[in-house]
């Protein structure tokens, strides 16, 4: 019987991989509805599509990388985009993570630092899986969008980079407390 996988990370020094594509789609995101221009009435930008075919290929692989037992979590990269879904991650761990978002333009013509973070592009997962599991976890995924990220890590820290310059940099527990306060304390 194999075990059931979580959305949390597991342990530092996992390496973080996100799967599907990321497109700079923005509206009806979370973000563009923070920051709607009211008097304008409405959300802004080029809204998620979503692919069924190449999806279900990559959900495919990814059970079968599951059923495997290559994968050590797996999270949804929905409401909030990429930025959420790696802090969420980080909650239930208590871990930091250190990421690079520059390998993701090569699924987009123009993908800036707020369409790769908070961009809701539809069927994409993050993952996480053991530095031993990392190049057979590759090689199952081949054929689909799979790029490598970056590592959990010990601390309190994320950071986001795109290439060398550091474009996000947040406290674990900040980040928490204020989830948190945004489901009216519970949690």
Same mark, same amino acid.
């Given at each position: ?7 949390? %990370?597991?342990?530092? @020094? ?9 497109h700079q789609e923005l509206g009806a995101s979370e973000l563009a509805f923070m920051f709607r221009d009211e008097g304008a009435g409405g959300?802004? @930008?080029?809204?998620?599509?979503? !692919?069924?075919?190449? !999806?279900?290929?990559?959900?495919? +692989? ?11 979590? +797996? ?15 980080? %909650? @239930? =761990?208590?871990?930091?993570? =250190? ?9 987009? !013509? ?7 973070? %908070? ?17 057979? %976890? +590759?090689?199952?995924?081949? @054929? ?25 940099? +947040? ?9 948190? !306060? ?6």
């Amino acid at each position: 019987m194999r075990k059931a996988v979580s959305s949390d %990370f597991k342990r530092p @020094g996992d390496h973080i991989y996100l799967l599907g594509e990321t497109h700079q789609e923005l509206g009806a995101s979370e973000l563009a509805f923070m920051f709607r221009d009211e008097g304008a009435g409405g959300i802004g @930008g080029e809204i998620p599509r979503i !692919n069924p075919e190449r !999806n279900l290929a990559m959900y495919r +692989a990814l059970t079968s990388t599951m059923s495997e037992g290559l994968v050590a979590s +797996a999270h949804d990269c929905s409401d909030g985009g990429l930025a959420v879904a790696l802090s969420e991650c980080c %909650f @239930g =761990s208590g871990s930091g993570a =250190s990421v690079d978002i520059s390998s993701l333009e090569r699924d987009c !013509n123009h993908l800036d630092e707020w369409g790769a973070l %908070f961009g809701e592009s539809l069927g994409r997962i993050l993952v996480s899986v053991t530095p031993q599991d990392s190049d057979a %976890f +590759a090689a199952a995924m081949k @054929g689909n969008s799979c790029s490598r990220l970056g590592t959990v890590e010990e601390g309190d820290k994320i950071t986001v980079s795109y290439g060398d310059t550091e474009v996000l940099q +947040a406290s674990l527990s900040e980040l928490k407390k204020a989830w948190q !306060n945004s489901l009216g304390g519970d949690s």
